[in-house]
């Protein structure tokens, strides 16, 4: 009876942990695709900045 108890929190336990590590992942691949998304926006905003600068100086 106890021994059957203690593997079947051990099993809970696992699955918690699993969950929690699902849930960190798609955190995770959540802020990447974030930051990712902020990168392009500044790198066109420096694009953009650059070729205006390029029009002033020709």
Request: hydrophobic share 40%.
């Amino acid at each position: 009876m106890k021994s059957s108890w203690k593997k079947q929190r051990l099993a809970t336990k696992k699955k918690h942990i699993k969950r929690m590590r699902s849930k960190n992942n798609r955190f995770i691949a959540f802020s990447l695709a974030r930051a990712i998304k902020a990168m392009k926006k500044i790198g066109e905003a420096f694009r953009s900045l650059g070729t205006s600068a390029r029009k002033v100086t020709n």
